[in-house]
């Protein structure tokens, strides 16, 4: 996907005031519309002059792109980097449609900025605001009070976007998943008049983990274990998101094996079970007694791990 350069489009720098881009895009309007137009690619360059405009006239929109693009020029390879969207701070319905699809990947419904609610204008309710926190998945386990930090973007007297920062401190409910949705009565922007103040919607995006991977509330680990592990059975101690645990392998385990640990997911009602896959690991055979050793088990032990694939592994040429 190539990147856009909206300032490019509409002819002005990346420091125009809200009324140097509205001006412009006036004009351009004016000259590409398609009912109007001579232009041989005048429909195209229209909807290129709308889909800019549509960015840079939206503080919100504006500073989130102005952050995410600085080190990239028109027409560069790009790729929106993993949670680049979190913590900024957004309000309002959600932008137009029909755009290129570095508009959709960025600002569409599938985004974090495309996926927001409205407001009623017969109350004058404030407008709620939302924004995506990433967790580290221990978080997530315990739960409780997190202090978080927000940028909501804001035009200032000459049309310019800054982020201003506030913090908030958030009660996390244990056990919340990966996509849940946290609101905060009251914390969204000021009603007219008389009118409630909106809400502030947390979409939670829990960070990758070194160890655990999730699916909803179940996590999965891979546990290596020793060929006499598996083959003999034993007990060994398990990482948990709750600390560790002994876990019983029955002998004659297998690689790939799947074991569960009830209970020991995300909580929740009920609460997720974590799996342990086991990943039968060999010792190296580096010195001249584990050389000796395998052998051993070579000479002695009746076992062909090929058995399965019939005449295919027939005597070796003399």
């Not at 693009?69 to 137009?96: I, L, N």
């Not at 006499?228 to 690689?255: C, K, M, N, Q």
């Amino acid at each position: 996907m190539e990147f856009k350069d909206y300032y490019s489009v509409l002819g002005v720098g990346r420091d125009a005031a809200a009324d140097e881009i509205k001006k412009a895009y006036r004009k351009l309007a004016r000259k590409y519309h398609p009912d109007v137009s001579k232009e041989a690619n005048a429909e195209e360059r229209f909807k290129e002059v709308q889909e800019a405009y549509e960015v840079l006239k939206d503080p919100e929109k504006r500073a989130a792109y102005d952050q995410l693009g600085r080190d990239y020029r028109s027409g560069q390879e790009f790729r929106p980097p993993p949670g680049w969207s979190s913590g900024f701070e957004f309000s309002g319905p959600g932008g137009a449609g029909g755009f290129s699809d570095f508009f959709e990947q960025l600002f569409g419904s599938a985004s974090a900025f495309g996926a927001r609610g409205g407001r009623s204008s017969f109350d004058m309710r404030g407008e709620d605001h939302h924004a995506q926190i990433e967790m580290p998945l221990e978080q997530a386990y315990a739960g409780g009070v997190q202090t978080i930090t927000l940028r909501h973007p804001e035009a200032g007297p000459d049309g310019r976007v800054a982020l201003r920062p506030r913090q908030l401190k958030v009660r996390i409910p244990a056990g919340v998943t990966d996509g849940q949705v946290i609101r905060l009565a009251g914390q969204g922007a000021a009603g007219v008049g008389r009118g409630a103040q909106g809400d502030l919607y947390l979409k939670v995006a829990l960070q990758p983990h070194p160890l655990f991977s999730v699916d909803k509330r179940d996590v999965s680990l891979t546990l290596p274990v020793a060929p006499w592990e598996a083959a003999l059975g034993d007990t060994v101690p398990v990482p948990t998101l709750g600390g560790t645990v002994d876990l019983r392998i029955p002998a004659g385990s297998r690689a790939g094996q799947k074991l569960r640990l009830k209970g020991r997911g995300l909580p929740g009602s009920p609460p997720g079970d974590q799996y342990v896959v086991l990943q039968v690991v060999l010792p190296p055979a580096d010195t001249a007694r584990a050389r000796e050793l395998f052998e051993c088990m070579r000479q002695e032990l009746p076992f062909d791990p090929r058995a399965r694939l019939g005449g295919a592994h027939g005597p070796k040429d003399s």
